[in-house]
């Protein structure tokens, strides 16, 4: 579980009546606080932290919307599943418990509620759960308990059921002649050339990095909560020379830095990292080669252990599109 807060929002009561929204935000501008401005404080019923609570979430594959129930309390939330967006056999849930027990349930303390994942396509702070139907596609339960210290444990239910609507078609995100990109990537970093003096730590990338294309616009996530963003072309992509990159955290706020990548004849991405101090003019070079990540399977059964919730098996290899189920702001 993350540190729950609402910093950003001096937000008053609101009532019942007003939609809870758990999703990903719609605008490009929010990053930390991906649901703080979207939660609502229900005062319906408090939550004791003595007494356990059963929240029964029950999803149609494909289907956004999701029955959440608890204490007698039932709504229908989006966003809570199915994640992935697909018809494909499996449903894929949101899983922050404290998240979903003030949705349904309010109480003191809900007001403070909020997820500090990072914006798409970096992953939930609190990784999704995949359940595939049963045999036949018949419907499927699992069960999560969250333990609560000394406190009784709660319970998180969830269904999975057959789809509304037939089986979906996959929908391309590029433009002709222009390689998909997106996916999960392993950068292995091989060079390092320094111009500036020594004493700064060069930032690093390295090892994994997730990629969502939209067109020729490109969305990453680097070290599971970084974004920055570019373009891609035939030859590969370019970033942006503004963005998160700016601000790696403590002893790296001095590097400003931008990422360019030519797509070999194997499929890899050549790598260029170019970072430049900000009150220098000097450079330190990286380069590197980036390898995506679809190990070969038989059933989507073996994505989810490989690669997580999101990932399912096409054409004989794991992908994940889009990646850790976060559709594009």
């Known amino acids: ?46 939550i004791s932290p003595a007494a356990a609570v059963t929240v029964r979430i029950t999803c149609h594959d494909g289907s956004p919307n999701a029955r959440v129930a608890s204490k007698g309390h ?68 699992r069960i999560r308990v969250a333990k609560n210290g000394v406190y009784p444990s709660d319970r998180f239910i969830m269904r999975c059921l057959p789809p509304r609507q037939p089986e979906s078609t996959t929908t391309s995100t590029t433009l002709p002649g222009v390689p998909s990109l997106s996916g999960v990537w392993t950068l292995a970093d091989n ?69 360019s990548g030519m797509v070999l004849a194997s499929g890899d991405i050549a790598v260029t990292e170019r970072w430049k101090l900000r009150f220098a003019s000097c450079e330190n070079v990286r380069t590197g080669v980036m390898t995506r990540d679809e190990p070969s399977c038989v059933g989507h059964g073996d994505c989810i252990q490989l690669l997580g919730a999101c990932s399912r098996c096409l054409s004989g290899r794991c992908e994940s599109q889009p990646p850790f189920c976060r559709p594009s702001q």
């Not at 540190?3 to 001096?10: A, H, L, S, Y």
């Open 74 to 141: 039932h709504r229908t939330l989006p966003a809570v599943c199915d994640l992935d967006g697909a018809v494909d056999g499996v449903c894929t849930f949101y899983s922050e418990g404290t998240v979903l027990k003030c949705a349904i349930n309010g109480g003191p303390g809900c007001q403070d509620v909020s997820d500090d994942s990072s914006a798409p396509p970096c992953p939930f702070s609190s990784l999704p759960i995949a359940l595939p139907l049963g045999h036949a596609g018949h419907a499927a339960k």
């Open 1 to 46: 579980m993350g540190v729950w807060r609402n910093e950003r929002c001096g937000c008053g009561m609101i009532h019942a009546s007003v939609p809870v929204h758990l999703g990903p935000p719609r605008t490009s501008h929010a990053s930390r606080a991906l649901l703080g401005s979207l939660l609502v404080v229900l005062v319906v019923l408090s």
């Open 191 to 259: 060079n390092l050339v320094e111009g500036c003096p020594p004493g700064a730590q060069t930032p690093t990338l390295a090892p994994s990095i997730i990629m969502q294309q939209m067109g020729t616009s490109l969305a990453a996530c680097v070290m599971g909560y970084l974004n920055f963003t570019g373009e891609t072309s035939e030859a590969g992509f370019t970033s942006d020379p503004a963005g998160d990159l700016s601000d790696l955290g403590i002893g790296t706020a001095e590097w400003m830095g931008t990422v």
